[in-house]
Structure formats: C-alpha cells, structure tokens
C-alpha cells in the first residue's frame, strides 16, 4: 500500500476543506432524531448534493463526481474535521446504495439513486423484528405472491427503525419461501411507508430523541419492480448491505479521528496532567483511530485491485464499535461531574457516549461478529 496521496487527491482534498469551511452551519444544527433536526439536516443535504458533495464516488449522472475510494476516505475525513452535520440519508446513501449499484436493475438505478442522492427520498433499514435482531436468519415477517396486483403482500414487523418515523421508504428481507432453510426463502424489499397497511409507530428516547420507531405491515402492497435482486435471493443481497454496515462505509475512519481530536483538545483543557492512565488512555484512542484510518486505506487499496470484502467485516465493526465507546468514557472521565450538563461546549460528549453505547449492538451484536470471525475468519468449529 502507497501511504503518499497524489497531486490529485491532494488538490480533492483542498477543494473539499475550503467549500466544508465556507458552507458548515454554524451553530450546529439540532439532532437529525427529532423531527426538527431532521428537516433542518434535509436542508444541509440538498445543498451537499447541489454542490456535488453528496455522493462523491458515485457517476456523475446520479449527482456524484466519480471520485475513488480513497478521494471519498479524503472527503470523509475533511467532513469531519470540519463539524459538519451528521447524515441523515446515510443508510440509503452508504447501505442500500452500494447493494444497488451491485444488484439492482439499470430501471431501479435510474429511479433510485437520484432521489436518495438528493435527500428527495431518505430510507432506512428494515432488518431487526421482535424476536430476530442480530440472528438476521429468524426473521418471521412473510411476502406472499400476488399475482393479480402483479407484486407482493407484506406482513410482520420491523422494530428498532433508525429514523423510521421520519424516512420516506425502508428496504429489508422479508420471508417469500416458508418451507425454504433459515437462509434460504428469504427476498430483499424495497417498501413505500407511505402505502396503504404500513404503519409507522416512532418510540421516544429516554434522550428525547424521536427518530426511532417500529414499522408495522398488514397485507402491504410492493410492487414486483421494488425487489431487490431476485426472489429468493434475499440473503445473497443482504449480506453486501451487511458487508457495508459493518465494513467500509458507514463508519468511515474520519468520524473516530475527528473525535480523538476532540478528546485530545479536552484533555489539554481539562485534565489533570499528573494523571498517567487518563493520559495512556487519551493516546490510545488517538492510536487506534490512526489505526482504524490505515486499516481502511489498505482495504480500499485492496478494493480498487479487484479484491472484495468478506467477513474480515466483522472484525473491523468490532474494532470501530469498541473504539467509539473507549473514547466517549475517556472523555466523560476528564469531564467529571460537568459530564452530566447538558448545555455547554462539552454536554456533546454525553450524547456522543449514550449513542456510542449502541455500537456493540446495531449492524448485529458484537457476540455474534465474535463467532463469525471466530468460524469464517479463524476457521474454528463451531459449537
């Protein structure tokens, strides 16, 4: 891997700093979990995807500036350097959009990806149900054919919906095939929240956050043209969305370095400095986050060779996931009792340390990675 950036990527990442210093709203905008928040980042969206900031790897007809892998690892880390707003369109942007452009259809591209790239449309994920979160294979809800309507009837429930109170459309796996193994008979759908027997119910925080919610299907309507890859072949697509979620896109290296800089600048600020473990504990999470950011450029080296991801996957979520929550309880350490105000230049760190907690959760539970690396990339049996 050639760790040196290119006249070209150098001049990418000049451009980006100098239009992410002019444009980032200041002050920071409110939470894209709440209703008002998430309008507002809408706004901030649009103007990245007028801008051509929104989707930059992606073609140019779709709204991208066709850059590579490691000019979006640059973006990324400029965007975060600069306090921009988080991406409220991010699980159709870096999860449902990478699965497009791999499985969907030239029609479903030409539909999709402009309005999402917009922010016209934002989606988000429907895998988890009551009884089947991180055992992605267990999921109950059920498409059943409808030949007369030409399309699919949908019915179950998908639960712990980020933003699903406020999203436009959901894409998930539904179960097209009863009698089929665990992971077969399994179909991914792309669901309209808007159609008639989808109800979306939104469950509030103990933060006050709104955005979450579960989604409730009786017998609603897809259309055949809104499945993704083929029927039956739910679980094949899945896991490139999966591959995603716990991989390369939605937790890009820039987001943990802008926070150990963060944590750095506390430090200078608050800590006290005869204290060595507070101290090692700072320097690690500025080291990990540099390694995280190596690791990374050596995968996208290794993508844009022609290789592919895999269940190393696994292994990277669990670095990124465990690095978040190391970080947040460095700083509400430094912090002390001013950790719990909640207004102030340090009450972020709160929230970022309450949401830092879900990591090990979210994109399937750190125990579960734990036995895929274990079994897919250390080759052990399984027990």
């Known amino acids: 891997m050639d760790l040196t950036f290119t006249e070209h990527e150098e001049a990418f990442r000049a451009e980006a700093r100098a239009w992410l210093e002019a444009n980032v709203p200041r002050p920071a905008l409110p939470s894209g979990d709440t209703r008002e928040g998430f309008a507002r980042h809408l706004e901030w969206e649009r103007m990245l995807f007028d801008a051509r ?18 000019e979006w690892l640059i973006f990324e880390e400029e965007y975060y350097r600069a306090g921009a707003p988080q991406r409220v369109t991010q699980n159709g942007i870096f999860l449902l959009a990478p699965t497009l452009f791999e499985f969907g259809t030239a029609e479903q591209q030409d539909r999709i990806l402009p309005r999402m790239a917009s922010g016209e449309e934002a989606w988000c994920q429907g895998w988890s149900e009551p009884n089947a979160g991180s055992d992605l ?75 979450f919610a579960e989604v ?45 800089a963060r944590l750095i600048d506390l430090y200078r600020r608050h800590a006290d400095a005869t204290d060595p473990a507070v101290r090692d504990a700072v320097i690690r999470g500025w080291m990990d986050a540099e390694a995280y950011r190596w690791q990374t450029f050596w995968t996208v080296t290794r993508l844009m060779e022609g290789g592919r991801t895999g269940p190393e996957s696994s292994l990277v979520k669990l670095f990124w996931s465990e690095l978040d929550v190391r970080i947040h309880a460095t700083a509400l350490e430094l912090l002390g009792p001013r950790a719990e105000l909640v207004d102030g ?10 949401f830092a907690l879900s990591g090990p959760i979210y994109a399937g539970t750190n125990e579960i990675q734990r036995n895929v690396v274990a079994e897919r990339v250390l080759g052990l049996p399984r027990r």
């Open 137 to 211: 294979a267990g999921i109950t809800s059920r498409a059943v054919r409808d030949e007369a309507g030409g399309g699919w009837r949908l019915t179950g429930q998908k639960t712990w919906t980020t933003r699903g109170a406020f999203c436009d459309r959901l894409f998930g796996l539904f179960r097209t095939d009863p009698e089929a193994d665990r992971h077969r008979g399994l179909t991914y759908f792309l669901v309209d929240l808007g159609a008639e027997g989808v109800t979306v119910r939104p469950v509030e925080r103990l933060d006050g956050d709104e955005g």
């Open 345 to 354: 230049d340090d009450a972020a760190w709160m929230k970022g340390w309450q």
């Open 53 to 70: 900031w929104a989707v930059v790897s992606w073609p140019e007809v779709y709204g991208g500036r066709e850059a590579s892998l490691m």
């Open 216 to 260: 409730f299907l009786e017998d609603a309507f897809v259309p055949d043209r809104d499945v993704l890859g083929g029927v039956n072949e739910g679980w094949r697509v899945a896991m490139a969305t999966t591959g995603s979620e716990r991989g390369l896109t939605l937790r890009s290296p820039g987001r943990f370095m802008a926070t150990a």
